[in-house]
């Protein structure tokens, strides 16, 4: 195609897709995936695909209508997302672009990669220079906060499915011996060979997380993820200075410039931004040079569609976080052989919808 695909429309629909594995994490449960689907359709026939994570129901009628406002935006303009995500940061300057408007953003932006790469027929990472190679992956589909002795049964389950070499706990019991018990149980059942990581999902204080994290050290885990308010970067750099296991965060950072000021805090020694916090395709290829600069693993957080093709042409990329939350609504769901995600081989990001799963999930 020798001009950039012209902007037809925005289409956006909720859905309540079922989770495999309800999460229950030490900051609240979560009883379905709540998801906007977004199709960037073109003058030209393309159509470009993402979803949002919502949190919640409630938050996904918002997010609809911030889309409803990019859309009469962008109706008309060339699919370039520099250019479109240029746009829409200087007409949302007022109102800012962290939250809910953000995330509108960041799927506007990725649904605009996403038809560049049909244009062009290629795989998303192919576009963007890479290749199209196995991405490391661990299993973060379950071990929610639950009963101790289910645990065990549950590390072996999400092992085996997928051939993983890595799994996520949770953590942040009320009780501190009893996340000792859980880890324990685990790393008890999977043994050395697995690779354990545990998220405290912004549970404790920075005393707690600085106590807690020295009964956790010598327990053999990869990292502890988010003990702290994720916009602490002074706690988090004490926390990581106090311990012995690394410290990972990023799934919360709203744009690169929160980005810089938590590597230069020393908040971390990992890094997984999350796509739709982050700004989408392009906000992710700025953090990822950002991160190589200062020589930092980095990681992914939800959205394996994308996460996988984005890792590929990351240059300190570490693991990708394996979630199925879009599986029950997507035709073709991404792949996992022997613990790594396999990147499709088709034009774009590779998302086409289940329109019979769409009509089943969808709400009003």
Known sequence: MATAPTIRNIRARPVQAPFKRPPISASGALPHAALVLIDLETEEGLTGRSYLFGFAPWALKPILGCLDAMRDMLKG???????????????????????????????????AWDVLAQAASL??????????????????CGLWIQPVETLADEAEALVADGGFSAIKLRVGRE??????????????????????????????????????????????????????????????????AELGTPIQIGENLVDTFELINALEA?????????????????????????????????????????????????????????????????????????????????PGSGITWNEDAVKRYAIA
């Open 175 to 240: 009780n501190p011996a009893e996340d000792l018990a859980a880890v324990r149980a685990v790393k008890k059942r999977v043994g050395d060979r697995i690779t354990v990581m545990c998220d405290y999902n912004q549970r404790l204080t920075v005393n707690e997380a600085i106590l807690r994290g020295r009964m956790l050290d010598g327990e053999g885990l990869y990292w502890i993820e988010e003990p702290v308010r994720h916009d602490d970067y002074a706690g988090c750099a004490r926390i990581a």
């Open 123 to 140: 795989p998303l990472a192919k576009l963007l220079g890479g290749e199209l190679k196995p991405i490391r992956a661990y299993n973060s």
């Open 77 to 111: 303009d060339a699919v370039a997302p520099f250019e479109i995500e240029a746009k829409l940061r200087k007409r949302l300057t007022l109102i800012d672009t962290p939250g809910l408007v953000g995330l509108a953003l960041a799927g506007v932006d990725m649904c």
């Open 266 to 346: 020393g908040a971390m020694d990992y890094v997984m931004p999350d796509l739709q916090r982050i700004g989408g395709v392009t906000g992710w290829l700025r953090a990822a040079a950002i991160t190589q600069a200062h020589g930092m693993e980095m990681s992914s957080h939800l959205f394996p569609e994308y996460s996988a093709h984005l890792l590929a042409v990351t240059p300190t990329a570490h693991w990708l976080e394996y979630m199925d939350w879009a599986t029950p609504i997507v035709a073709e769901p991404i792949q996992v052989k022997d613990g790594h995600l396999l990147i499709p081989d088709r």
